[in-house]
């Protein structure tokens, strides 16, 4: 069964602005993940934050984890258009590696 | 370069036809590799996961009679749909992770078109 909520499931930008995505997961965890996909290609991994983290950064990428409230997010500043994707957040809790992934958020950048 | 090499791409096929995907690691050898499917604007479900030298593990709901999985060798995972229907027209994805809850890498996905 689908272990993360996502929302939004659509947004769309202009170029510049900054992206918040949401994900609320049920279970608790060891580190929930995020996951980039551009159109009917395989997913490309962003960041990987672990339960005992609060915030990590990546470049434009900075993702928040707040276990009390099963919930993470993910802000891509400064958007450009080749941000256009499918994000993913997966969980992983302990059932010998395998994540379980989000519904996902479609996020569309306009030049 | 790719971690991950999945072929065929795009396979179409008749209804009743089997067809096999294959998954392969190139960078290290994996003892576990992960199947998903997508279905179009939905997110990933797993399928199976993959383990070399014994058995697949199935999810719930997941037929292991009509998704074979052969995990032969450390870098080597296939997936045959046998008996094909349209309904089993989606995107299949596997993926491998260096150590238990690391990150995933994908393969490139297979879209499957069943006639």
């Known amino acids: 069964s689908q272990q993360g909520e996502e929302d939004p499931q659509a947004l769309s930008i202009q170029e510049g602005e900054n992206a918040t995505m949401n994900c609320s997961y049920k279970?608790?965890?060891?580190?929930l993940q995020w996951y980039r996909q551009n159109s009917g290609r395989g997913l490309v991994h962003l960041i990987l934050i672990r339960s005992n983290e609060r915030e990590k950064h990546s470049g434009r990428l900075r993702v928040t984890l707040d276990t009390s409230k099963k919930s993470s997010s993910l802000l891509i500043t400064a958007s450009r258009a080749a941000d256009t994707a499918s994000y993913f957040c997966a969980t992983h809790y302990n059932q010998g590696g395998k994540l379980i992934f989000g519904q996902g958020t479609e996020l569309s950048v306009k030049p | 370069g790719a971690v991950v090499s999945q072929h065929p791409s795009r396979v179409i096929c008749k209804s009743g036809t089997s067809v096999k995907i294959e998954c392969r690691s190139l960078d290290f050898q994996a003892t576990t590799m992960f199947w998903y499917r997508q279905f179009p604007k939905q997110s990933l479900m797993l399928m199976a996961t993959s383990n070399e030298g014994s058995k697949a593990t199935y999810e719930q709901g997941v037929e292991k009679d009509k998704f074979l999985i052969n995990h032969a060798s450390l870098t080597l995972s296939t997936l045959t749909v046998t008996s094909a229907h349209p309904e089993d027209s989606s995107f299949y994805i596997c993926?491998?992770?260096?150590?238990?809850?690391?990150?995933?890498?994908f393969g490139s996905g297979t879209q499957l078109s069943v006639l």
């Open positions: 993926s491998v992770h260096r150590s238990p809850g690391e990150k995933l890498f």
């Open positions: 279970t608790s965890i060891n580190n």
